[in-house]
């Protein structure tokens, strides 16, 4: 795997309401098998960030590439490179497990033929093998969540979106998404939007903490190590 490949570049993303700007001069490079840990207070401007990132929020100025496709450009195309969890999985709780994965696979234009082991694949990658059959609104908030992160990655993109994939869930269940993610960066650059700074720690490469809408902080992980920085202190420092 070429860990040199840029698969997601945003370069001056800036987002405003009305008079109100909410997302101000933001970069994002992410590189093949990087993972990228999201940090910021409530209010920070994380969600707004990855909803222009994945293309649901148009920005009020910057520009976006996934795998070099511009994304407001070529949007469809662009798209198909991408997977996204939002921090509402999009799930339809009246489908059972395989339904709603065969719908998303199509939805991704995944080719008939190979679409059944498209959805085996996922399921055995996300721990729902044996959860096929089962109606999603009878599913545990933690499988709920695997469901999610299912259809963000059905379709192998090159680059993943995570939005608070752990929140609400209990200390076994957070362990077990954090190891679905550890094993994502195999085949993908993953970006994690968080509030726990354990998780950066534990699984990103890097990580970017933004602050009243700014990113105050772009560091990797071994290099806050190597100066002895303590990633909970700087957290409190740049945020206050």
């Not at 860990?3 to 001056?12: Q, R």
């Amino acid at each position: 795997m070429n860990t040199s490949v840029v698969t997601l570049s945003a370069v001056n993303l800036r987002r405003n309401y009305q008079s109100h700007t909410v997302v101000r001069q933001v970069s994002v490079q992410l590189k093949r098998g990087e993972v990228l840990g999201l940090l910021g207070p409530n209010g920070a401007g994380k969600t707004t960030t990855l909803r222009m990132l994945a293309g649901n929020l148009a920005p009020s100025a910057g520009n976006i590439e996934i795998c070099g496709i511009d994304l407001f450009e070529q949007p469809l195309a662009a798209k198909a490179n991408l997977g996204y969890l939002p921090e509402i999985p999009p799930l339809y709780p009246e489908m059972t497990v395989d339904e709603y994965l065969l719908f998303a696979a199509r939805l991704h234009q995944i080719d008939d033929k190979v679409i059944h082991s498209a959805v085996d694949n996922t399921k055995q990658q996300c721990g729902l093998r044996q959860r096929g059959k089962q109606l999603i609104a009878t599913l545990s908030k933690g499988f709920q969540q695997r469901v999610g992160i299912a259809q963000a990655i059905i379709h192998s993109p090159a680059v993943i979106i995570l939005d608070e994939p752990t929140v609400g869930l209990d200390p076994n269940q957070m362990r077990e998404i954090r190891e679905l993610i550890a094993e994502l960066r195999t085949f993908s650059s993953v970006i994690l939007s968080t509030h726990i700074l354990s998780e950066v720690q534990s699984i990103c490469d890097r990580v970017q903490i933004m602050h009243r809408g700014s990113v105050v902080l772009d560091q990797t992980l071994n290099e806050l190590k190597r100066q002895q920085f303590d990633l909970e202190a700087m957290f409190s420092q740049l945020t206050q």
